[in-house]
Each structure stands twice: as structure tokens, then as C-alpha cells.
């Protein structure tokens, strides 16, 4: 995802290092002799900071300094996969701040907002389905992210919908409470104004399924 593009994004990052503001982050990292070493975080690969934070790099109070950095690498850099990042986040932030928490959520819900305005088709775009399993590594039940999708009535967030509805169809892993909802009669009726929207479109045809799959 390009932040620079999605202002949404660009601006719950920067909320996001403003709240950590009380964590500067460290320059240097001290890691197991045998595995890493010392190392400079300008230097680091942003995977292995990922992954080894906490563990065998660094301390628990290192990754919570460096959360703003790695999830802003999470949705630049793809070696860094964001459910990865938002993992690590929830084994480590139960005595973090309301307000470093909410940042969190805040991102994630941005990012998630981005997704739906951006049409399933386009070159690079990530599933709802991708989607909604990165940002349940927070923990969190998918309410809020359920209310931004009924918010988000529009054709791309439609499609979206209806990508859900056949990929659980043929077997990908949905939240079952999501599952529930898209199958609710509030999305089915508005699968079939989408479906009579959209058409002639490319589209269609998933959106008819999703019809025939959601009744």
C-alpha cells in the first residue's frame, strides 16, 4: 500500500508516532551473541526486526519503541508482512498506554478503510479476507471493522463483500462472526442492489454468485 497516496493511512501513522512520542526509539540493539549481535537499527533488515524484537533481539521495551517504525514498514515494504508486525504488537502491548493501543487500532482501522475504497481487481490489492486475518492478530473481535464496512457503501466495498462470500464459499478461513454478517439479509439485499448497479461490469459475475451463495 502506498501511504504518500491514501492520506487516511498517511495520517493515522503519524498519530501513531505521536503517541509513542514518550518511546523514543533506541539506534542500537543489543541481540543474542550467537544469532545477531549488536545491531544498528538504520541498518537492520526489517523483517528480522520483525520477527526477532523482543526475542532474540532486543527487549520488550524495544519493540514497543519501534512499533510506529514497523508498521509503517508493514505497509511499504513487502518482505514485512503486516499480520506479522500487528502479532508481535498484541503478545506485547498489555501494559502499554490507552492512547500507544488506540494508535494501534487506529492504523489498522485506516488501512482497512483504504482496502475497501480500492477495488479487488486493481494490480497488488490485498482480499478482505487477507485483510480482516492481519488485523485479528490484534485480538480484537471484528465489530468495528463490520461497522466501517456497513459505512462503506459503495461499489468497491460492494465487490469486496462479495469476494468474502465466494472465497468462503471455496474454503478460505473466515471469522465465523464475519461469515454471519455477510450472509445477514442487510448484505444480501445489498449484494443484489450491487449486482443490479453493476451490470455489465467485469464484476458481475461475482457479485451474482455471491448472491446465489449468501441465499
Not at 513487502?78 to 500487528?86: E, I
Amino acid at each position: 500500500m502506498d501511504v504518500q497516496t491514501d492520506a487516511g493511512v498517511d495520517a493515522a501513522l503519524w498519530g501513531l508516532e505521536a503517541a509513542f512520542v514518550a518511546s523514543p526509539p533506541p539506534e542500537t540493539l543489543a541481540g543474542c551473541p550467537h544469532c545477531h549481535g549488536e545491531v544498528r537499527v538504520a541498518d537492520a533488515d526489517p523483517l528480522t526486526l520483525a520477527l526477532a524484537l523482543g526475542n532474540t533481539l532486543g527487549t520488550a521495551d524495544d519493540l514497543r519503541a519501534l512499533t510506529p517504525w514497523l508498521l509503517r514498514r508493514a505497509l511499504t515494504d513487502d518482505r514485512v508482512d503486516l499480520r506479522t508486525v500487528l502479532t508481535r504488537v498484541a503478545e506485547n502491548w498489555a501494559g502499554w498506554s490507552d492512547l500507544e493501543r488506540d494508535a494501534v487500532r487506529d492504523v489498522a482501522d485506516a488501512v482497512w478503510t483504504a482496502l475497501l475504497d480500492t477495488h479487488p481487481d486493481d494490480p497488488g490489492g490485498a482480499t478482505a479476507v487477507a485483510m480482516l486475518d492481519s488485523i485479528a492478530a490484534l485480538g480484537d473481535p471484528p465489530d468495528r471493522l463490520l461497522a466501517i464496512w456497513e459505512y462503506k457503501e459503495i461499489a468497491s466495498a460492494d465487490h469486496h463483500l462479495a469476494e468474502l462470500v465466494v472465497d468462503a464459499f471455496y474454503g478460505a478461513r473466515v471469522d465465523p462472526q464475519v461469515l454471519a454478517w455477510a450472509r445477514a439479509d442487510a448484505q444480501r439485499a445489498r449484494l443484489e442492489r450491487a449486482r443490479d448497479r453493476d451490470r455489465g461490469r467485469p464484476w458481475a459475475g461475482t457479485l451474482t454468485a455471491a448472491c446465489d451463495l449468501a441465499g
